[in-house]
């Protein structure tokens, strides 16, 4: 009887065990995954205040410099590209083909915006114009935040990417459906300096 006794005991210790074990590295998992989807949206919010300037960039460049037309069309397509994409929700996370094309996107956004502040250098008058200085600004605090958010992405995506394919939480990872996130990459030929000619 008392064998019988210490032999269930030590079964239900096993079970609680285990028990513990898979609850708390589940909730820990469900944590690291939120904490990846929240920084998705920081993301977001970033492009989308570069997306909520752009317009008011554009406008002021046009009273100035009339004739750059394929500039204003290039900035305003990838724009329109980009747009089509803002709303994607963090299941994008799931998928890397479509998180390489918001990534390209915005890429080509961002070089669009890059070619319109070119344009500037050709206008003393726009450069002095107050309204566009200040747009300046927040477009490039905006870029800088950006890159900020994207590495903070990449940082917490590592950690989680770590976490489930570390063993034993692995097992528990592919019994839950957890799967590894997408890091934002520097855009094509980033590591190349450009070329500067005078």
Request: hydrophobic share 40%; aromatic share 10%.
């Amino acid at each position: 009887m008392k064998k019988g006794l210490i032999v269930l005991i030590v079964i239900i210790v096993i079970i609680l065990g285990a028990y513990s074990w898979v609850k708390g590295n589940y909730n820990r998992l469900v944590n690291m995954d939120e904490s990846v989807k929240a920084s998705w949206s920081q993301v977001e919010n970033v492009y989308q205040r570069r997306m909520d300037l752009i317009p008011n960039l554009v406008n002021t460049v046009k009273g100035y410099a009339a004739h750059e037309q394929e500039t204003f069309q290039m900035v305003t397509e990838a724009r329109s590209k980009v747009g089509g994409m803002v709303n994607i929700d963090e299941s994008v996370l799931n998928d890397p083909a479509m998180f390489e094309k918001f990534q390209q996107a915005q890429s080509q956004l961002g070089s669009a915006l890059q070619r319109l502040m070119v344009v500037q250098e050709r206008y003393p008058e726009l450069k002095a114009n107050q309204n566009f200085l200040e747009l300046q600004s927040q477009l490039e605090g905006t870029e800088n935040r950006i890159a900020v958010e994207r590495r903070r992405f990449n940082e917490t995506a590592k950690i989680y990417n770590t976490t489930i394919r570390t063993f034993p939480t692995l097992m528990l990872a592919n019994m839950f459906g957890f799967s590894s996130k997408p890091y934002f990459q520097a855009a094509a030929g980033a590591e190349q300096a450009p070329t500067v000619e005078f």
